[in-house]
């Protein structure tokens, strides 16, 4: 659902910029997770 706008453009390039940090935390979840496990 890419339609661009003179408004969507910046509110679509924004709810993408909010959306990549959710998946990097995710990311850094098995990370911080892990090395509890290893302990």
């Given at each position: ?13 924004e709810?993408?910029l ?22």
């Open positions: 659902s890419i339609s661009c706008e003179e408004a969507t453009c910046s509110d679509t390039s709810s993408i909010e959306e990549e940090p959710q998946e990097n935390q995710k990311k850094l979840l098995p990370l911080s997770v892990t090395p509890e496990l290893n302990i």
